[in-house]
């Protein structure tokens, strides 16, 4: 009795119905892997952030008016020292950059100071007087570079910059400056 029934009832229904109900009912029967979940534990995010440091720009005239030792001054700089940058930070570059269009030779030394007041590092870029090109320095801290402990306990930047040459000496450049920038690179294990 079911039988006819149900054969009956199949020849009213059009094949896409039939289709979808096969479908299904193989479906039911299929073989699937086992889902992973903790595939995300895997994944590795490390981030790479870019920031400015500092600027500096100064003048022919300021650097003539003191005979050498023409700028000093520290910087309170506590972006290193923030527990989430501190604790994940993987490799961090940090990238000097000296323009010197003045008539006079310079060197600028950049120092990297604790809480304490000591020097953990120190970069010293020269320049020639009216140079034509940019002195530019990478400074890699953390993988085959200096230590990071250096950056993670840097606290303050010092940065000194001395002319080298006389204090009489006037560039012909119309506009003669000393302009130095730093930026930092760093990478961030997130995961």
Excluded at 2 to 7: C, G, Q, R, S, V
Excluded at 40 to 62: H, K, Q, R, W
Excluded at 78 to 104: G, H, M, P, W
Excluded at 150 to 164: K, P, V, W, Y
Aim: with cysteine.
């Amino acid at each position: 009795m079911f039988l006819p029934l149900l054969h009956k009832y199949l020849k009213m229904k059009s094949p896409h119905y039939l289709f979808a109900v096969l479908f299904l009912c193989l479906s039911f029967v299929s073989c699937i892997d086992e889902q992973d979940f903790n595939q995300t534990d895997d994944i590795i995010i490390e981030p790479t952030v870019e920031a400015s440091i500092f600027y500096f720009e100064t003048t022919e005239d300021l650097i003539n008016s003191n005979p050498s030792s023409f700028y000093t001054n520290d910087f309170n700089f506590d972006a290193f020292k923030e527990d989430y940058i501190s604790d994940r930070v993987i490799e961090c570059t940090i990238t000097y950059q000296l323009e010197n269009t003045t008539s006079k030779p310079v060197s600028v030394v950049i120092e990297l100071i604790d809480d304490g007041g000591n020097v953990l590092d120190t970069t010293v870029l020269n320049i020639g007087a009216e140079s034509a090109t940019t002195t530019d320095l990478d400074v890699l801290y953390g993988g085959t570079g200096k230590p990071l402990d250096i950056i993670r306990n840097t606290s303050a930047l010092r940065l000194s910059a001395q002319n080298l040459g006389d204090n009489t000496s006037v560039s012909s450049n119309a506009d003669p400056k000393l302009i130095f920038r730093s930026s930092a690179k760093l990478k961030i294990g997130v995961r």
